[in-house]
């Protein structure tokens, strides 16, 4: 089982906000990244670390974080936005790192 | 720019052996860990392990000791994973992935493009 979790599926309808969480006790002591996948293609990542955000990357996805929740939140969402979404970090040891099970998106 | 191309698709028998590469371009192979991802079919991402670049050093996650086997070629700039003893359950895609280290995370910043290795009789 992981210890990061993520809510299955999550919808936001097109222009809308989304936020995708994920929840683990490592994300106390350690940041999250994000990734998104779509099918046939490579992860990508989204954000990273301190919450930042890789060039080439909208400046509608924004990363937070409180507690042992890390949150990815989408402004304005995207018809290809629609993708599988991956939070990351540590594991609770710190020495090898840990995916959530991933949250579908759909914009509706 | 920074890639990472990966070999091809692989169907295999139970039992037999593959190795995947992943060849790096665009940057310094020995200055980045390599690591690799699995995702089997319908299922998430999941962490394999890590190879130290420049020492060669692997590591390697829970679930993934004994069979599998991260390996490089420097001199060509690739990182290698062997899986042996193949099982139907090892039917995934496999992503070899940069990771870097900013002071604050560690985060994986560039993929290959994944091998879909099928292991079917």
């Known amino acids: 089982s992981s210890e990061l979790t993520q809510d299955p599926a999550v919808s936001v309808a097109l222009g809308q906000t989304v936020r995708v969480t994920c929840q683990g006790d490592s994300l106390r002591n350690y940041y999250a990244n994000w990734y998104q996948l779509k099918p046939g293609q490579a992860p990508i990542l989204v954000i990273y670390s301190k919450n930042n955000r890789p060039s080439g990357i909208p400046d509608r996805f924004s990363g937070s974080s409180s507690g042992n929740t890390a949150s990815l939140t989408i402004t304005g969402a995207q018809a290809e936005d629609e993708a599988d979404y991956f939070c990351d970090s540590r594991d609770s040891s710190g020495n090898h790192v840990v995916f959530g099970g991933g949250t579908k998106l759909t914009v509706l | 720019q920074v890639q990472l191309v990966q070999s091809g698709s692989e169907l295999k028998r139970p039992g037999a052996s593959v190795k995947v590469s992943c060849k790096a371009s665009?940057?310094?192979?020995?200055?980045?860990?390599m690591n690799w991802v699995r995702q089997a079919p319908g299922q998430g991402l999941e962490w394999m392990g890590w190879?130290?670049?420049?020492?060669?050093?692997?590591t390697y996650a829970q679930g993934f000791t004994g069979r599998f086997v991260f390996s490089l070629d420097t001199s060509v700039n690739t990182a290698y994973l062997q899986i042996s003893s193949l099982k139907a359950e090892d039917t995934a895609i496999y992503f070899c992935?940069?990771?870097?280290?900013?002071?604050?995370?560690?985060?994986?910043?560039?993929w290959g493009q994944g091998t879909l290795i099928t292991v079917s009789s």
């Open positions: 992935a940069r990771g870097l280290y900013d002071g604050y995370g560690y985060y994986f910043d560039y």
């Open positions: 665009g940057y310094t192979f020995t200055k980045d860990a």
């Open positions: 190879i130290n670049t420049n020492s060669g050093n692997p």
